[in-house]
């Protein structure tokens, strides 16, 4: 009977290990991107100059991707009914170390995006993948501070 | 009977480890920002007006000036005008009481008042209305403005300098 409780914990403590021991994480060399000071009808684009540099590990062995999205639209920080709407920001990949397949045309963020496939086995030491992104403010923006966070989600 | 647990185990552990292995996902976040700048400007069509040449005891032609206005500010705002000395001739002047405007809207959807003397303290002759408190496009303004000459006025070439002011609340 004391068997059955110790198959369990065996099994959970072989998960709990093989977990502990997996390496899958994302990680950027930036905390933010700032495009400065812009006018109404202003585009800007190539932000940031050297390029947001993500690192993806994964040694499971399975394709993976990264995708991005926007956590809400780029809000007024002091009125947040004034946003700059998703489709005029826009992201693209310029280079990668890994041999999957990297979206280099811009993309909205109107909806979750896929901006690299890795193939099966790729990522045990770390892919970089580094993107750019652009803006256009729009004629009727509000002046001041705007701000959203990009949620970069590896997946397998 | 341990055979079979064993194996009940080894596909628990195998099932549960695709189930992993397909919900395997990690998010980070980065901050965007950026400043959209202050657009607050007023511009005038023409910076010189001539009434030409008018009798003594007449009114002259009427002139007009186009404003036009810009802010992306979202504040109340308004414009005003004002002269900064009467219209004077060496010595003489004409009272700014004879300088005469009429204000009217071309594009906005504020309040104008409609008429009224030029004066040397500030006269608001618009009030943005909320529509104008981010200008997609330009809110656009027309003053047309006259002069009555006094009778018996000595004759010269009359100046004056006119202000007129886009000012946030």
Same mark, same amino acid.
């Given at each position: ?50 390029? =947001? ?7 499971? @062995? ?5 995708? =991005? ?30 041999? @999957?397949? =990297? ?14 496939n890795?193939?099966?086995?790729? @990522? ?33 | ?17 695709i ?34 040449s008018?009798?003594? $005891?007449? !009114? ?8 036009s ?11 005003? !005008? ?14 700014l ?20 003397? !030029? $004066? ?9 209305? !909320? ?24 004759? $010269? ?7 007129v ?5």
């Amino acid at each position: 009977m004391r068997s059955k409780p110790l198959f369990f914990a065996a099994v959970f403590l072989f998960l709990a290990c093989q977990n502990a021991l997996a390496s899958f994480n994302i990680e950027t060399d930036l905390n933010s991107i700032d495009f400065g000071y812009m006018n109404p009808t202003a585009t800007k684009g190539d932000i940031p100059f050297q390029g =947001l540099t993500v690192r993806c590990t994964s040694d499971q @062995g399975n394709p993976w991707q990264l995708r =991005l999205r926007l956590e809400t639209p780029l809000r007024h920080d002091n009125n947040p009914s004034q946003v700059i709407p998703n489709e005029n920001f826009w992201w693209y990949g310029i280079s990668t170390t890994g041999s @999957g397949t =990297l979206v280099i045309d811009e993309q909205d963020f109107l909806i979750e995006r896929v901006a690299y496939n890795a193939p099966a086995g790729e @990522g045990a030491s770390g892919i970089d993948i580094r993107l750019q992104f652009k803006l256009t403010i729009p004629s009727s923006a509000q002046s001041g501070p705007y701000s959203t966070r990009i949620i970069l989600t590896l997946i397998e | 009977m341990v055979f079979l647990r064993v194996i009940a185990v080894v596909f628990f552990v195998f099932f549960l480890n695709i189930y992993t292995a397909y919900s395997t996902q990690e998010d980070t976040p980065l901050t965007a920002s950026v400043n959209v700048n202050s657009i607050f400007k007023i511009s005038i069509q023409d910076s010189f007006l001539d009434f030409g040449s008018v009798d003594p $005891g007449e !009114i002259s032609t009427k002139k007009d000036i186009n404003l036009s206005c810009v802010t992306n500010n979202n504040k109340d705002w308004s414009v005003s !005008i004002y002269a900064q000395s009467p219209l004077a001739y060496e010595e003489y002047e004409i009272p700014l009481s004879n300088f005469k405007w009429e204000a009217s809207v071309l594009n906005g959807s504020g309040q104008v008042s409609t008429s009224g003397n !030029i $004066g040397l303290t500030p006269v608001n002759f618009y009030v943005a209305g !909320i529509d104008d408190y981010i200008t997609e496009t330009p809110v656009e303004l027309a003053l047309s403005m006259h002069i009555d000459v006094p009778a018996g006025q000595v004759a $010269g070439r009359y100046r004056t300098i006119l202000v007129v002011t886009m000012h946030e609340e």
